[in-house]
């Protein structure tokens, strides 16, 4: 039942993902790239809906506010971060699109994925834990906000969300696109298998949808909504038993579970999803692509240990539950992002 | 005037557009641009940055896992 319910829920978060286009660094990227400062507010509108549900389901008692997180080390999470933001722009998409790439069929996602394990062990429990280790010891200050197990936190982001719901409305009222992808279907199959939607009501369904993991995963007795990078590794820590494992988003998600399934369930949901929609293909990466998305994949291994998440457990989880380390390290991923796409893409353009 | 080809294929975002803008910029008024590409998150990306740049698209079709977008600059 564990299982089949976490597939469950990453294939419905997989399908909201897929239909709107969803890329957490592609919406970062833009905010530089293309000059879009509106993508702050998709990234808010998301982590104000989550906030609202989680705080609102806390103090309802349906679900469990942790009474402590974890203290961090300034060093490891900005440093992490910072290289992971780097390895998403050179991957052309964090760890959660390149699980969307291996859903649609792109060979290159599979190619991202294996490195990122492979690397992931390495630096969490493999040799490279001792140096995980060492940065994880220097600059660790609490991560505890007293505000954070307050009921007035749920005034907090409903107001947030309110005042983003509007603002999306507004914006999108004035800016609605003025073309789409053929299709060929219509009414509620159009929507649901072909329609590209639009990006405000993907901000706002998946921010409701991480909101509704904690009250599924609280049902399983786990307290968290998704994290994406342990629940990856899982898969390895759990037949290669390691001596220890350092670093990592959730400690909870290191065993095969519901985590595991979450992230197997985006796969299997975009699969789905590209199906039904005739988008899936396999499509063979372009050449000059690969070396670039190793090493990008290589940087997010060592990113996501030393940052412990990534863009989607640090940067829309963790601060939905007002931890200051994801804050801290949303910071650093942007930043991260930002700076390879001076370097990488603007140079290029 | 003949049309510009972009390959785009295999390539993923924000690569195609990044070609796309190349492309475009090179482009004489009233010109077109034609790219063909296989990411699906560039069906939203190139319209979005045609729209922004009042740039007319004049073709959007669909083929077996990839798309074709002509645009007139």
Sequence with gaps: MIFLAGLLTGMVFGFFLKRSRFCMTGLIRDIYFLKKPYHFLIIASIIATEGLLYYAMGHAGLILIPSYLPPFSLLAVALGSLLFGIGAVLANGCLTSTLIKCGDGRVIGFLILVVFMIVGYFMSAGPGRHLTRLVRTVTVVSDDLPVRRQPVMVMICAAAAIICWVAMAWHHKKHKPKFAIPSKYHGVRHILCEKIWPIEVGAVCIGAWLGLTYLISEQFGRHNSFTIATPILSWLYTPLHPYEVIGGCNPADQTLGFASMLVLGIVAGVFVTSLVSREFAVVKPAKGTILKAVIGAVLMGIGAIWGTGCLVSNGLVGTAQGSVKSWFALLFLALGIWLATRIFLMRED | ?73
């Design chain 2, 1 to 73: 005037m003949e049309n510009i080809k972009v390959d785009a294929k295999g390539m993923d975002c924000p690569f195609p557009l990044v070609k796309f803008k190349k492309a475009i910029d090179a482009a004489e008024p009233g010109q077109m641009v034609e790219i063909e590409f296989t990411c699906p998150d560039t069906t939203v990306s190139i319209p979005g940055f045609c729209q922004d740049r009042g740039i007319e698209i004049v073709e959007f079709e669909r083929g077996d896992g990839m798309w074709t977008i002509v645009a007139r600059k």
